[in-house]
């Protein structure tokens, strides 16, 4: 009788026309994995590529709920890939599941098959590329484009939010007198200084907008908790050793449950930090003076 199941399901609903000796071919060579299970939920044929993985065995009357069970610490099943889009665990397979029904109601017969893609590295390949949209490549954390689409959710979501906007001091001196690696060191290094500052202080956004200019997004913070922020930065890149010292000029600005748009919200925080970059003159000549004294010769 499932065999019989077999050879009309596929005939009829999987449109898969062409010859065949015995109806169990068509299983046995599927390239997709697959289960078919009874109107009482019961495990009654699997693909050997799905037994092998997840260690079935169907002789015990397994049931579908119990498959999900054993499954889930392997693998992702889903049947809409927009369930998982925000979602990404590299140790798992990702399986793309179909489900059709099965209802011969003249042979008193019904259930369900399910086949599963895996669709593990087209998931990868998906990641891989999200992630070069909205990270920078070199430091690790978010770029401009990713700040640039969290614009109208955090305008629209949040009535308190800060930007400080960071300039780097001496990027340009770093690449002249030490090299161009020792220029990438600095922002790495800083970049790094951010990560951690976000993990400790929690709803902060480190992001790399370009060149030398780094900012924070700070959600639901108060004007005490960003000096805080900004205090510790000054102290972890802070240096008696210049070329390990980390200068820079901040600026921020508050949307503080005062409908402010998040563009003006940026050219305040953008206007406060040149205000404060236009006054470090000295900084930057004192640091120019000893990388000077420290350069290196290029070939």
């Known amino acids: 009788m499932i065999t019989l199941l077999y050879g009309i399901f596929y005939m009829r609903d999987l449109k898969l026309i062409f010859k065949f000796n015995g109806n169990e071919f068509i299983l046995n060579n599927l390239r997709e994995m697959y289960l078919l299970v009874n109107q009482r939920g019961i495990i009654i044929s699997a693909s050997n590529e799905l037994v092998s993985r997840f260690k079935l065995d169907i002789e015990s009357e397994l049931t579908f709920d119990d498959f ?26 990702y399986l793309h599941m179909m489900e059709k029904e099965i209802n011969l109601p003249f042979l008193k017969h019904s259930g369900k098959f399910y086949l599963f893609y895996d669709e593990t590295q087209n998931q990868k390949n998906i990641n891989d590329i999200n992630y070069v949209m909205t990270h920078d490549l070199m430091t690790k954390i978010y770029n401009r484009n990713y700040f640039e689409s969290l614009e109208k959710d955090i305008e629209n979501n949040y009535n308190n939010y800060s930007l400080i906007m960071f300039d780097l001091d001496g990027l340009k001196l770093f690449n002249d007198y030490l090299g161009h690696s020792e220029g990438d060191k600095l922002l790495i290094r800083f970049a790094e200084t951010l990560k951690d500052i976000s993990k400790k202080y929690e709803n902060l956004i480190p992001i790399r907008m370009g060149g030398d200019e780094f900012l924070l997004i ?11 922020i900004v205090y ?13 010292h980390i200068g ?24 406060n930090l040149y205000t404060m970059k236009t006054s470090r003159k000295k900084a930057k000549e004192e640091l120019e003076e000893y990388l000077k004294r420290h350069q290196v010769t290029h070939i």
């Open 68 to 93: 999900k069970r054993l499954a889930v610490e392997k693998a992702v099943i889903y049947k809409d890939s927009k369930s998982i889009e925000n979602y990404y665990d590299k140790n798992k397979i």
């Open 218 to 228: 700070a959600l639901n913070k108060d004007m005490n908790d960003i000096e805080e």
């Open 248 to 271: 820079f000029s901040y600026g921020y600005s508050q949307n503080n449950f005062s409908n402010k748009r998040f563009r003006k919200v940026l050219i305040e925080a953008d206007v």
């Open 232 to 244: 510790d930065l000054k102290k972890n890149t802070s240096s008696t050793n210049l070329s390990e």
